[in-house]
Structures are given as structure tokens and as C-alpha cells.
Nanobody
Framework: VQLQASGGGLVHSGGSLRLSCAAS????????MGWFRQAPGKEREFVAG????????YYANSVKGRFTISRDNAKNTVYLQVNSLKPEDTAVYYC????????????????WGQGTLVTVSS
């Protein structure tokens, strides 16, 4: 199983990026997909999740209204559109895949990708 995240980079405060995570080795449509992040010196935190049906999405309060998660089952890819970026959004962003039931937290247990770094300058 591979979850290949990409799309990170250096942006100014207020900027946007689109993160992608391409999955292989799994039947993508059967998996819930999530995004987590870990900032330097901080614990890993949940950012956004989308259920296998694609109809239900979840967001951390800190990103609601600024980030949008979506998935393309034909391309085995999950996206995270990140807008209005702030310096506190600086982190390594990881995507996850799991088959947990509705109501369960995303990602644990599950598969994790290698992460993509987002750096937001003020």
C-alpha cells in the first residue's frame, strides 16, 4: 500500500495550495480518507476527513471554511484545497486511509503516507 502525498510548498500568508494524495494497493472506494498534520514541536492533529461514500466530510475547527477535502475515486486520489493560509498552518501534512465504521475517528488504525511539507510565511 502506498499513499503518495504531494502539492506542499512555501506560500505567503493568505495564499492557497492544493494537496493531493494518490493511493495504490487498496480498493480506494472502500476507504475513508483523511488528512492530518504535524507542526514542529507539536503533536499530530486531525485536519479533515471524507467517508468512503464521499458524501460526508469532517473538518477541524481551526480549518473550517478555509480547507476543503474531496476525492476522485476514478483517480484513486484525495485532495485538500487549502485557502487563506496562516503561519500556524505550517506543518507536514499526511494523508490516511482506513476502513473504520462511520462514527470512528479517521486514520487509526489505517495506512499513512509519507507527508508533504506546507510552509506559510508571514
Amino acid at each position: 500500500v502506498q499513499l503518495q502525498a504531494s502539492g506542499g510548498g512555501l506560500v505567503h500568508s493568505g495564499g492557497s495550495l492544493r494537496l493531493s494524495c494518490a493511493a495504490s494497493g487498496i480498493t480506494f472506494r472502500d476507504y475513508n480518507m483523511g488528512w492530518f498534520r504535524q507542526a514542529p514541536g507539536k503533536e499530530r492533529e486531525f485536519v479533515a476527513g471524507i467517508r468512503r461514500s464521499g458524501g460526508t466530510t469532517y473538518y477541524a475547527n481551526s480549518v473550517k471554511g478555509r480547507f476543503t477535502i474531496s476525492r476522485d475515486n476514478a483517480k484513486n486520489t484525495v485532495y485538500l484545497q487549502v485557502n487563506s493560509l496562516k503561519p500556524e498552518d505550517t506543518a507536514v501534512y499526511y494523508c490516511t486511509a482506513d476502513r473504520l465504521p462511520a462514527g470512528a475517528a479517521f486514520g487509526t488504525p489505517g495506512y499513512w503516507g509519507q507527508g508533504t511539507l506546507v510552509t506559510v510565511s508571514s
